[in-house]
């Protein structure tokens, strides 16, 4: 069908908006390009990936609570804090994709861990200490209240995952190189 | 910026250093570019600063710069003083994004004496350094790179954290801050639809792949900028590896179906070469993204031997040539700015650069 706000180009996003309070519900189907109008969620992923990667985060499923949570709709926000440091409300970031300071990473905790995974596949960075920032106490746990995460077990997870894409996709290459790269990170980890 | 500070924002003659010299594999790959973000730290993020931090992490910049043996000699340039010609021409040279491009407050670039380093102020972060080889040399250019970090990093404390590495603006950057990518010309696997089929395959690896201008869906004059997306999680040299065997593997596959297409379709491919020459060569009016197409058929006939006098660095050179602000600098004041007047200034232009290409 196509699309409800410009008529010309084929809908390829379903937006559903329920209203607070009555829970009426309605639905607009959108293209591409008017879908990144109304949301600069869609605008944003629209920029750093092509429209086939877009579809197919769509289709799994993983895009839609944040496409319906930038189209007015607050009150499915959840109710995060601001960041302490530079007041940046978690609904700033959501519209934008950009954090206010480096203490937001900490300050939006989980539900930025969220995004993280998505975007990046994992959400931590390596084993080796990074270079600390002077006169910060050096926590090991970067969410308050969440134990420390096990950077290598969650990488190991994430390549055994991609290695069985791999063998599915007959990309025996990729698979011999996550093959080795496992083997290794077992033997230093130790037994699991 | 102080008077003091800025630099003459003249640039002199050209800018082009990056498309000057050797290009290893130039039949293949354009350019290779090593980008780092950083922010420094306790400092607000770009995006949603007041304009007085954004005043005081420019000022941070300058002096780091000031005290650092490997950028004070960079010629200093704020956006604002900049024309929207300068501007464009920097961004067609790649050495500013189009974020930068549009200008804003305290905003500026560093530019090395040679042209292939670059690092941007109070774009989306607070440096963006980034730093451009011709043809395929990525290593290089991110061992650079990585020279000029460490030298900052001695007198910028930059923001990062144990768990998330160095802390950028939008998550999407986190950890390495590092954006590896080389531009690659691939039209033989493009004719033959191969690189659609391979374009699927690199996304699910977390590739990107992206057009001449950084676009998404078209792949104008069959270049395909292949870059990382994952910066977390991995180290500089894992994503550097990775990357550069995907390219290999582009680059054997692009040059297998180059000799394919000369040996079974040789008649066809000729016939293409030789009608895209003659359109080049006698065009009054050519816009540019029918010239990309056009130019982009040369490397065949290159490959074959039509053309002596046309090297594949200099093919190169005249995609970046044929843009807007790059004509406007040879274009008479006062017609740069109407189409049509553009477009023929590319078609006189590029009569001028290929009249001779079959002289030996």
């Not at chain 1, 092509?50 to 959840?78: Q, R």
């Not at chain 1, 050096?138 to 420390?148: D, F, L, N, R």
């Not at chain 2, 082009?16 to 594999?25: S, V, Y």
């Not at chain 2, 990518?181 to 004719?191: D, E, Y």
Request: proline residues 5%; contains cysteine; aromatic residues 4%.
């Amino acid at each position: 069908m196509k699309c409800q706000r410009c008529n010309k180009a084929d809908a390829v996003f379903s937006f559903t908006m329920i209203e607070k309070g009555t829970k009426d519900v309605s639905t607009v189907e959108l293209c591409h390009v008017c879908a990144s109008d109304m949301s600069p969620y869609i605008a944003r992923m629209m920029q750093r990936s092509g429209i086939n990667e877009l579809l197919s985060e769509l289709i799994k499923g993983k895009m839609a609570d944040e496409a319906a949570t930038s189209v007015g709709a607050e009150a499915l926000l959840p109710d995060v804090e601001p960041c302490s440091t530079c007041g940046l409300k978690f609904e700033q970031y959501k519209a934008t994709l950009m954090l206010g300071c480096p203490d937001c990473y900490d300050s939006f905790g989980e539900h930025l861990l969220a995004d993280i995974r998505r975007m990046q596949g994992t959400d931590a960075h390596l084993d080796v200490p990074g270079p600390a920032v002077e006169d910060e106490p050096v926590t090991t746990s970067a969410v308050k209240g969440t134990p420390p995460a096990p950077d290598a077990a969650m990488r190991l997870k994430a390549m055994r995952a991609e290695l069985q894409d791999c063998i599915e996709n007959e990309d025996f290459e990729r698979a011999a190189f996550l093959r080795d790269e496992i083997r290794k990170l077992s033997t230093e980890a130790g037994p699991k | 910026m102080s008077a003091e500070q800025e630099g003459s924002g003249q640039l002199g003659p050209s800018a082009a250093g990056w498309l000057e010299g050797t290009a290893p594999l130039a039949h293949v790959a354009l350019s290779s570019r090593a980008r780092l973000a950083r922010n420094i730290a306790k400092c607000p993020f770009v995006p949603h600063a007041q304009a007085e931090a954004l005043d005081i992490t420019l000022d941070k910049v300058l002096k780091a710069a000031d005290r650092s043996p490997a950028l004070v000699n960079f010629e200093r340039v704020s956006l604002d003083n900049m024309s929207i010609d300068q501007r464009a021409y920097l961004k067609e040279l790649r050495l500013i994004s189009q974020e930068l491009e549009r200008g804003g407050h305290a905003r500026a670039v560093l530019l090395s004496s040679d042209r292939k380093v670059s690092i941007m102020v109070n774009e989306e972060d607070h440096l963006r350094m980034q730093c451009i080889e011709p043809g395929l040399q990525l290593e290089k250019a991110v061992a650079r790179l990585e020279a000029i970090e460490a030298e900052l990093a001695a007198v910028l404390p930059f923001a990062s954290s144990r768990r998330f590495g160095h802390l950028t603006a939008c998550p999407t950057n986190v950890g390495t801050g590092l954006r590896a990518s080389v531009m690659l010309h691939l039209p033989a696997i493009t004719i033959t639809r191969e690189m659609e089929n391979i374009m699927a395959g690199l996304t699910r690896r977390g590739i990107s792949v992206r057009g001449f201008q950084g676009e998404n869906s078209e792949f104008l004059g069959d270049f395909y900028q292949i870059s990382n997306e994952v910066t977390l999680g991995r180290t500089v040299e894992t994503i550097m590896r990775d990357l550069l065997g995907i390219i290999r593997n582009l680059v054997e596959r692009e040059e297998e179906t180059r000799h394919k297409l000369a040996k079974e379709k040789g008649p066809i491919v000729e016939d293409a070469v030789w009608r895209s020459y003659a359109l080049l060569t006698y065009a009054r009016r050519i816009a540019s993204k029918e010239a990309m197409m056009l130019l982009s058929r040369l490397r065949f006939g290159i490959e074959r031997g039509f053309f002596p006098a046309l090297s594949h660095e200099t093919l190169n050179r005249l995609f970046i040539e044929i843009q807007p602000a790059h004509l406007a600098r040879t274009t008479p004041p006062g017609r740069g700015e109407d189409p049509s007047a553009r477009d023929e200034a590319r078609a006189l232009f590029l009569r001028g650069q290929l009249a001779n290409a079959q002289r030996q």
